[in-house]
């Protein structure tokens, strides 16, 4: 765990730095808002793209089933998963983060052509990189979703991790909640299914699946220093594209 906290120290001038991004400032309309959830819902989509690599990787999702040979790390990627995958739906059902946040998009009024026709060009067996070089995709979200590929297509099983743990949504800062609060009143409530999936999803991150996550890294690397540098390495490529990802859409709602 200390080199656990080496790496979160090592991180910390960049996740501030994100907090403090000049985006916020600019989120202070419906029509600017419903413009980052447009380009953000990829980064929803990808972080679930992780999240079943580890899947893949760690459990036994083929058959014939054999034992994990990890049973810890199965565990608390199933865990995980079940959460994500599978939440509350706030409506007496269940239903995946992504989905909640596609939904909040619909009801608020957001443009969800770009992801949808995403999704369809990947149900069709288009390749992931060539379904992004839809001309509906910013250029900022093709480099931080093919970011996140290249690191899975990696291979490295502590790089996906990091990608994971380091890359999630507590790089939403306390002051777009209020904002989304403040936006969800003048919008008459339009925006309730994004305040609840923020409550959901940042949430349960806090408590729950960020500690999990930083578990799960920390059994996968152990005391090899070259897995811990291959996690840094990875970490600080994450939050330099989501810095990408954030500046796109900066210069989107100015344009």
Known sequence: MDRLHQLEDRLRPLKAAL???????????LDALRL?????????????????TLQQRLTCATVPWLPAADPLSGRLVNEIVLGEESDEDGRGGYVSHFELYHRAMTRGG????PIDGFLTDLRRASPVPVALESPRIPACVRQFVGTTF??????????????????REDLLPAVFRRIVDQLNTE????????VYYLNRHIGLDGAEHGP???????????????RWLRAEQTAVACLEARRGLWDGIREAIHR
Do not use: N
Not at 19 to 29: A, E, K, S, T
């Open 212 to 226: 999990m996550a930083h578990r799960l890294l920390a059994s996968l690397c152990g005391s090899d220093e070259s």
């Open 150 to 167: 290249d690191v899975i297509h990696g291979g490295d099983l502590c790089s996906v991790a990091s990608a994971f743990t380091f890359g």
């Open 187 to 194: 919008a008459g409530g339009g925006l309730s299914d994004f």
């Open 110 to 113: 957001a443009d969800t052509g």
């Open 19 to 29: 907090l403090d991004h000049p985006l916020y400032q600019h989120l202070d309309r």
């Open 36 to 52: 980052f959830m447009t380009h953000h819902v990829f980064a929803v989509w990808d972080f679930m793209s992780l999240l079943k």
